[in-house]
Each structure stands twice: as structure tokens, then as C-alpha cells.
């Protein structure tokens, strides 16, 4: 039976009339510039280091651009980079195999998601900044969709860490593979790793991990405690993507520098 009123359809949604692109004063465009500039030189470094194949290894060092090395086509590695999954049929640098890992998970990652929406698509450049873009679609649809296997990439990084912890030790050994040594390469890796490890451990899946869908914290002592850790991490996420993505930089830099005899590893002992 009618009840006899008539129901109002929603507003259709648009944006705001704004005639002013924005209304800010301040330089806002200074970061997203920034961000723009320093991804751009990352991304120019990484490019030509991954096809260059060559000085990747410089005993004992292994560099993070060329770890794991699984093809047939990688310079020997004693005790690291050994499984080679991929045979002779590969005959392009092997670090084009495994850099697929760490860039999937920095492009989908969180933070990194916000500065290069605003840096490369200006979607929006910054806060309360009109975009010029005609439409929005969110992460909704294909391409972007696949922002959200960020969890999965996260599993992938994870047990890329554990790789370049084990590259960074094997760091103790010398060019001859024998335990007692040390050098600046040794310090290196393992600054390259710790931060690695900080920046994942500070990701926001991992803290979903760690913590997310419970009822009751006090049913959960150890997972609480692991997601307060994480939380506080968290609150540095940005900071930790960029020193870790600078870090990453640095360390395959050392290697080239050594491996091609530009100057020699300081040997502490
Ligand atoms: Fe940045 Fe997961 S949110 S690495």
C-alpha cells in the first residue's frame, strides 16, 4: 500500500564551484617539486645500474640491486646468490629479475602512493589544491585496482630483507670466504638492511598484521605489544621510506665504487 510520499533522489555528486585553482599562499609546491626531482634521479640511477651488468659483486659485498641473484649469467657468489632458478636462456641482467619485488612494493606502498599522486599526476599536488584532472576514480578501477595487493608485495619484501641480512653477514667474511672480517662494505649492508627492516616493519600492513580484526587487546598480550612497536614505527613511515630508499641507493653505489677499483674497502679488521 502507498503511503503516498514521495521520496527525494540524492544529490547528484560533483565538486565545488571554485573558480581559484587554490587558495593557498603558502609554497606548497615545493615538496611534490622536491619529490618529482629526487624520484626522478632514483629512477634514472636504478634504471642504468640494473642494465648495466656489471660491478655487482665486490667480494665479499653483493649489491641490493643484484640480490638475489638468481640466473646462470651472475658472476660466482660463494655462499650467496647460489639458487639459480633461471637458466642460460636468460641473457639479460639478472637484476631486472628481482628489482620487479622491491619496486612493487614501494609503488604500492602507502606513503609512497601519496607523493607520486601529487608529484607525477598532481592528483591533487597538495592539500585543498584543485587538481586538473576532469574525473576521479580513486584506486576503483584498473590500473590503480592493484594498489591493493600491497599486502602481498609486503610478504615479498619481507623475505627480500631476510636475503640482504644474509647478504650483510656473509659481509664478515673475506674475499677468500674465511669468518673475521670487517670492512666499511660490512657497515654498509648492514646499515642498508636495518633501515630496510625498520621501513617494513613500519608499513601499514604489517600493522594491520600485527594488530588488525581484533576484539579484545587483552586476549592478545603479544600481538599488542608487536602492534604498539609497529604503531610507533608507523608514526615514521614516511622518514623511513625515503632513508631507506636512499640507503638502498648508497649501498649499490659502495659496491660499483669498490667493484669497479675507483677506491678500496677500509678493512677495519
Ligand atoms: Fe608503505 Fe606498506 S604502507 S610499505
Redesign the pocket.
Known sequence: MSTGTVSTPPPARSRAEIEQPTLRTDRYWVAPLLTFVVFLAFIAYATFRAFQNEYYYAPPYISPFYSPCISTNCVPMPGAGEVHFIGSWWGLSPALLILIFPLG??MT????RKAYYRAFWQSPPACAVAEPHGKYTGETRFPLLLQNS?RYW?AA?AVFNVILTWDAILGFRNAQGEWGHMGLGTLVLLANATLLWL??A?????RHIMGGRLKHFSKHPVRYRAWTVVSKLNTR?MQL?WASLFGVALTDLYVWLVASGVFSDPKFF
Open positions: 612494493f614501494r606502498c602507502y606513503y609512497y600491497h609486503f619484501a621501513y617494513t613500519s608499513c601499514h600492513s604489517c613511515h621510506a
